[in-house]
Structures are given as C-alpha cells and as structure tokens.
C-alpha cells in the first residue's frame, strides 16, 4: 500500500481505477466531479448513456455506476486514504448518485485494508466470453465468494440444479424475445463496436471481446454479433454445467441498485484474486417479471440483478475505457 498526498493527480488516479469497472454493453454510463477544497468526490450517472429499451428504469446503468463506486473506494483504500460513502446524497437530484469524502488515516480510522488487498484486480478483472473448464469450485471459494457479497449488503446464491436449470430457461427465453421484438437488439447495436470501429473504441463491446460462437453447451454467454458477420471468429463448444451464481438485494430501487453493483464488484474481484474467469448477464432479468423467476425457490424473496458465469479458463480481454478528463471534472 502507497502512502500519497491528495492532490488532483491523486484523484485521477483513483478515478481512472473507478472506470475499470465493468457496465451494460460497457456503456460507462458514469461521470465524476472532484471538489478540491472539500476533498470530495461527486458520482453522477450519465443519461446520455442510458439504455431506455433495455434498461427503461436504469437499474443497470445504477449497477454499473455502483461497480465503479466500489473501485474507487478500493483505490482509495490501496492510495492509504479513507473514504467515507453517502448513497444519493440529494433527494432532489437523482442522477447524484454517491458522495465520497476522502481524507487521511488516523490511528482510531486507518484505510481499509480488505479493500486495499483487493486492488490489484481491478486491474486484470476482464469479462471472459470464452469456455471454462467442467471444473467445479471449491467450497471455500465459494464462501469467500458469498462473503463479498454480504459485506456490501447482498446476497450471492449458487442455485442448485434445479434452480440453474430454471435460471437457463429464462436466458433461453430473453434470446427468444430479442427475436420476436424488432427493436430488441437496438441497444446492443448502438453499443457493440465492429471492424475497424473496435480499433478505435472508447466505449461499447469490441467484436475482438465477443468470444467465439457458441457451438453447443449451455453456458449463458450472449452473442453480441447476432447475425452479423465478424472476421477470424470460429465456433467452439461451451461447458454443459457452467457454474452459475445470482446476486440479489432484499429491496428494489436506486439504493439497493448501487448496493449490488458495489457487492457485484467486490465479488468479482475476488473471484479475480482466486483464480476464476468470470462473464455477467442481466438479459434474462431486464424484464421485472422475469427477476421474479430467478429468486431463490426455497425463500422466495429478494431482488435478483445479475447472473454470474464462473469457472476456470482464459481470462477475456481488456475492454476499451474513456479517457479520464473524458469523466472528470476538478473544481
């Protein structure tokens, strides 16, 4: 851990790590204001990056920008700062999202050093579209797994067959509906990036991330090309059990919505740390009766937010990220 001064060099750092984090389509549907002389940093969300097909409530553009909330506290953390969290500080100004108060440690409040050990995946956190290994996860990994979650007020459940099986369903069942409604894959075509656009990219899903085709198996892992043409990209066969996990909260709105991007983040940074590939989907949850259908059958409560892919296999590649003074305001 590096002891630095907070200076606005400082800052940039910590939000150039923030944006590492992952988002829908890779959106980044995140902006920053840093207030010098309070030494706060402001989380807005971006509307102009919003998916209103897709997304109509912003559940996940707010999961997103809770990801990122997340890494920054963690390159705080790892910075040897303290960082102290307000979740939608205003009432009357819903797209200010987080207010984070930075200052230094005292001998009663030190930086979190859970958090600063984690830093060095949000570096190599990467969404892999490829297949894993028919290897299963060893229980302390899961625990591990479970742990993160609850410590940022969610909930991480491995489902049982059964309940997989009825989780794969519903993917089965959104790829189906992307088909039958003509503005289905609007978002995805306004976010994915192919040919030479990819080279160029600061935002969306290059066709170098989508991942081979999906041959067979019944991993959940979205193609991102659809009917389109993309060069050098073979078919291959996927894993027939993937290993699947769902993040829920116990509520359902803004603040519970950041609470499981920060949980989703903290879970896949040390699943990074432990050695797993990992891929999301929410394309089975964008319709709210659909989340219903993925609870937990035996308790029947909590919000469902994200399906988690996990396993042992090649890591994805880096995603491209805008430029920080594209996000960051100073003042």
């Keep these: 851990m590096a002891s630095r001064p907070l200076d606005d060099r400082t800052v940039t750092t910590l939000v150039a790590e923030a944006t590492a984090a992952p988002s829908m389509h890779n959106a980044q549907p995140w902006r920053f204001r840093y207030r010098s002389a309070e030494h706060l940093v402001l989380l807005r969300a971006d509307p102009d990056r919003a998916m209103p097909h897709s997304d109509p409530d912003n559940r996940a553009l707010l999961i997103g920008c809770g990801a990122a909330l997340f890494n920054l506290r963690v390159a705080a953390a790892y910075a040897d700062l303290v960082a102290d969290v307000t979740l939608l500080p205003e009432r009357g100004d819903p797209l200010l999202l987080a207010a984070v108060q930075l200052s230094a440690p005292l001998p009663h409040r030190p930086a ?3 958090l600063a050990r984690l830093h060095p995946a949000v ?3 990467h969404t892999s579209r490829h297949p894993f290994a028919e290897k299963d996860i060893p229980e302390d990994v899961r625990a591990a797994l479970r742990d993160a979650a609850a410590r940022e007020g969610a909930v991480l459940l491995f489902p049982g067959a059964w309940h997989a099986e009825t989780v794969l369903d519903l993917v089965r069942d959104a790829e189906s509906r992307d088909v039958l409604d003509p503005g289905g894959n609007e978002d995805v075509l306004r976010w994915t990036r192919l040919g030479t656009e990819a080279d160029t990219a600061v935002d969306g899903i290059p066709d170098y991330a989508f991942g081979a085709r999906k041959q067979d198996g019944r991993a959940p ?3 991102f090309a659809g009917r389109r043409a993309v060069a050098d990209r073979g078919t291959t ?3 027939d059990v993937p290993h699947l996990a769902l993040l829920s909260t116990r509520g359902e709105g803004p603040a519970d919505w950041l609470r499981a991007g920060q949980a989703l983040e903290r ?3 040390e699943a990074t740390l432990a050695g797993l590939a990992t891929s999301l989907t929410s394309h089975p949850l964008e319709e709210p009766e659909l989340r219903l259908l993925a609870r937990d059958p035996v308790s029947g409560t909590g919000q469902v937010h994200m399906v ?3 396993g042992y296999g090649p890591p994805g590649p880096a995603t491209p990220r805008r430029s920080v ?4 305001e100073i003042t």
């Excluded at 003074?325 to 960051?328: M, N, P, S």
């Design 237 to 239: 066969a996927f894993e």
């Design 325 to 328: 003074k594209d996000v960051l």
């Design 267 to 269: 879970v896949l940074l």
């Design 221 to 223: 892992v979205r193609d």
């Design 123 to 125: 570096r190599q956190r």
């Design 308 to 310: 988690l892919r996990l």
């Design 112 to 114: 979190d050093t859970e």
